[in-house]
């Protein structure tokens, strides 16, 4: 009788920690889905999320995920789906890789019928680059973007560049000179990329002098930059934010299910 009742906790424990969960996963999923398609028919776009949060993996271990080269490969695909129609992309992640973000706003800049980039939450580093790719940027009016300086070895660039100033290169070592060469160059890297970004909206002079201030290393890297901030450096920033937007975040939440139901009441 024992044994058959540690057998059971243990089954109900492997459960817990792997089916239950990917039963839920896919059924939020399912549920994204569904409100994507009510999304695109009242909007007449094509609605893509990248939506990156700690998800609980196999036997609880949390997953954090970031802009990575699968996500490129996946944006390429979906912005070429998207054929003519206007991209609204639900954006919430803490960044990531630099290739891959600059490889996923070069194909959403080139998308000639125009993006609108949504930031219910946050959009900071790699993600605010792909937001400067966007005609508009709609947030929350507590919602934030960041910085986009370099990180080289977890570290910012500035610091790097920032020793140097301080230090007679005698006094440091020959790996900080080369580290510091390489934060020069991305950092320059970084700086043209956002310039080029962001020219057809502010103009050639407002353009690099918008992106040298995010690219410098003025801020700490998760420094954060709210709407108002935003708008006096001239992005094309509004808080006019459609609340339906917000239930693409999480729809196992209650406040994300209640935004559902207004939808579906709005729709009777």
């Not at 999304?39 to 776009?45: C, F």
């Not at 080139?110 to 959009?123: N, S, W």
Request: some cysteine; hydrophobic content about 45%; proline content about 5%.
């Amino acid at each position: 009788m024992i044994q058959n009742l540690q057998n059971l906790i243990w089954l109900w424990a492997i459960l817990g920690f792997t089916i239950f969960p990917a039963v839920k996963a896919f059924y939020t999923q399912v549920r994204r889905q569904m409100l994507i398609a009510q999304i695109e028919k009242t909007r007449g776009s094509k609605v893509i999320t990248m939506i990156h949060r700690q998800d609980a993996g196999i036997l609880g271990a949390l997953m954090v995920k970031m802009i990575d080269l699968d996500d490129s490969e996946k944006m390429m695909q979906l912005v070429r789906d998207a054929g003519d129609k206007p991209i609204d992309l639900v954006l919430h992640t803490p960044g990531g890789l630099v290739i891959a973000a600059e490889q996923i706003t070069r194909v959403l800049h080139a998308h000639k019928p125009g993006v609108t980039v949504i930031v219910p939450q946050y959009a900071m580093s790699g993600g605010t680059m792909l937001c400067l790719a966007a005609g508009q940027i709609l947030m929350d009016a507590n919602a934030m973007l960041g910085p986009i300086d370099p990180q080289l070895n977890n570290y910012p660039a500035s610091g790097y560049m920032k020793v140097l100033q301080l230090k007679d290169k005698n006094a440091v070592s020959d790996e900080t000179i080369m580290m510091a060469d390489m934060a020069a160059k991305a950092t320059k890297q970084v700086q043209a990329m956002a310039e080029a970004l962001l020219k057809d909206k502010l103009g050639d002079e407002k353009a690099a002098q918008v992106s040298t201030i995010l690219s410098e290393g003025r801020w700490t890297h998760d420094y954060p930059l709210h709407y108002e901030q935003l708008r006096d450096l001239g992005l094309p920033v509004s808080t006019d934010i459609p609340p339906v937007f917000v239930a693409l975040l999480g729809l196992s939440s209650p406040a994300s299910t209640k935004v559902m139901r207004k939808v579906a009441a709005a729709k009777k």
